[in-house]
């Protein structure tokens, strides 16, 4: 059987037509148009890729893993901030009115998460934190396939915790390490991303090897946090940057050791994510499968 599974970020749509093994039979992405086309456009774009996916494949289902804090039950968006009236679009009985198909619908870095422990980073894991590294920073911790979603469904929001510099997504995402790049740098911050940074870091320079380093030591106080709140087998660390695993790994794994005691480390540590962009679709096709009792 293929499923659609289809993961709806603020920049990007990625969609994909996967069986039940979580192997991909096709799969591609477009602009999410966020600004322009607001929810409206959003709910728009997707009935008419499924209708298209409808009219080549039968499907058993679909699966969606969307940005904003989500009412899993009723299949429901109940707060979006970077979308423009995106908040109260009701996924599950619109999709499922519309095309007769079961739906699922859940948090992107949740889904993110469970794609990691099904089939990537975390799969000789029982339990694990996923940090997202981006534009923000993220979070969700998975415990044998369940999702720890707290009283208000906002369990893993650690943009919003604090440690000694600050807030993490202050002080310990993409963004803030593209910034601070720049500005000790005295280049154009508009021109300068993650492949930029890590450049400069291994071309050997001081300035960009110092910032780095501050980034590092604020991801590692949050990370250390997560380790005593939650003590999960392992830390799945993923987004763009975290690609740089060579450079990232040893510092980070070298702060997290200075903060806790061995005892407390994570037993297998950190991982860096292996699906990337694939992962959300993933956790969305799992959830959709356990529901259904596939597993």
């Not at 030591?217 to 990370?223: T, Y």
Request: aromatic share 6%.
């Amino acid at each position: 059987m293929i499923y659609s599974c289809i993961d709806i970020g603020g920049t990007a749509i990625k969609f994909g037509l996967i069986d039940e093994t979580g192997r991909f039979h096709k799969k591609g992405s477009l602009p999410t148009e966020a600004a322009t086309g607001g929810g409206p456009g959003i709910v728009h774009k997707v009935r008419s890729l499924i209708q298209r996916q409808l009219a080549d494949h039968p499907l058993a289902g679909i699966g969606i893993s969307t940005a904003g804090i989500i009412d899993t039950e009723r299949g429901a968006v109940d707060y979006a901030l970077s979308i423009p009236d995106y908040t109260g679009t009701a996924w599950k009985s619109l999709l499922e009115n519309e095309f007769q198909l079961p739906c699922i619908v859940e948090n992107d870095t949740n889904c993110a998460a469970l794609g990691e422990w099904w089939l990537g980073a975390g799969r000789d894991m029982d339990s694990l934190f996923a940090v997202t590294v981006g534009t923000s920073i993220g979070g969700a911790f998975i415990e044998k396939g369940h999702i720890l979603h707290g009283a208000c469904r906002s369990a893993g929001e650690i943009a919003y915790m604090r440690v000694p510099a600050g807030r993490l997504h202050d002080v310990a995402s993409a963004t803030y390490l593209c910034r601070e790049m720049a500005c000790k740098k005295a280049a154009d911050p508009e021109k300068v991303d993650g492949r930029t940074c890590f450049a400069w870091v291994r071309q050997g320079d001081a300035t960009a090897a110092a910032v780095l380093d501050t980034f590092c030591q604020n991801l590692a106080d949050g990370l250390a946090n997560i380790a005593c709140l939650c003590n999960p087998d392992g830390i799945v660390l993923g987004g763009g940057i975290m690609a740089q695993e060579d450079i990232l790994r040893p510092k980070l794994e070298t702060a997290l050791a200075a903060r806790l005691p061995a005892m407390m480390l994570p037993p297998k540590r950190l991982a860096f994510a292996k699906r990337q962009n694939d992962a959300g679709m993933l956790g969305a096709l799992y959830l959709l499968l356990h529901r259904k009792g596939s597993y």
